[in-house]
């Protein structure tokens, strides 16, 4: 069964640090793209960042740019989303997702993940 | 940056067709991906690349594209189809963009 599990979402201060996570099962991980997206509550869904098979190119939306880094480890078959400098405004659920299509070839995302919450309060 | 607008909700009486659109300029000259989120649960892709459904989308389920507007259509509407639906796209200086998601009401 294809599966995106991810963790590390928790209760941070603004200004604190995190790092989620996602592993990956039942397909080729090195062999798809793989994305963050986050969803605050009662609002709608927000492309955080991108990374394409092999972690050379990454890529980010303006909002989270200079604080976000994305990175995968292929041999582990995980995801991982670095979150420095917490803002408010960065509480959301977090749901990573896998291209559609390996190699790139179009942007949909097929596989997402149930997600996990960062909660980001003083 | 790329915006995609959507109606906030659209309501519709079983077994009739919702039709559900997405605007932004240029839509032409883009994929569009239409995603079902229900409550509590992860989004799914119905449709993709404007109008191909993935496998296990009921065929009720189509897209289409015209102008500057993408469009859903799910016909013969069932009560389990109610949800959110977000179009999404891919754009050179803002990556990949939602639209804000249209809240479809089966009455």
């Known amino acids: 069964e294809v599966q995106l599990v991810e963790s590390g979402g928790r209760v941070e201060r603004p200004g604190g640090s995190l790092r989620l996570s996602c592993e990956a099962s039942g397909f080729i991980f090195d062999d798809y793209g793989m994305n963050w997206v986050r969803q605050a509550p009662g609002k709608g869904l927000e492309w955080v960042s991108g990374?394409?098979?092999?972690?050379?190119?990454?890529h980010y939306a303006e909002s989270v740019k200079g604080r976000f880094t994305i990175s995968r480890d292929n041999a582990k078959s995980v995801l991982y989303l670095q979150i420095n400098s917490l803002r408010v405004e960065d509480t959301a659920l977090y749901h990573c997702?896998?291209?559609?299509?390996?190699?790139?070839?179009?942007?949909?995302?097929?596989?997402w993940g149930q997600g996990t919450t960062v909660t980001v309060s003083s | 940056s790329y915006v995609l607008t959507q109606a906030p909700s659209v309501s519709v009486a079983p077994g009739l067709t919702a039709t559900i659109t997405c605007g932004g300029p240029n839509i032409t000259t883009k994929s569009v991906h239409w995603y079902q989120q229900k409550p509590g649960q992860a989004p799914v892709l119905v449709v993709y690349d404007d109008k191909v459904r993935p496998s296990g989308i009921p065929e009720r389920f189509s897209g289409s594209k015209s102008g500057n507007t993408a469009t859903l259509t799910i016909s013969r509407v069932e009560a389990g189809d109610e949800a959110v639906y977000y179009c999404?796209?891919?754009?050179?200086?803002?990556?990949?963009?939602f639209g804000g998601g249209t809240k479809l009401a089966v009455l």
């Open positions: 999404q796209v891919w754009d050179r200086t803002s990556d990949r963009v």
């Open positions: 997702a896998r291209d559609f299509s390996p190699y790139g070839s179009s942007s949909a995302m097929a596989v």
């Open positions: 990374i394409d098979r092999n972690g050379d190119s990454t």
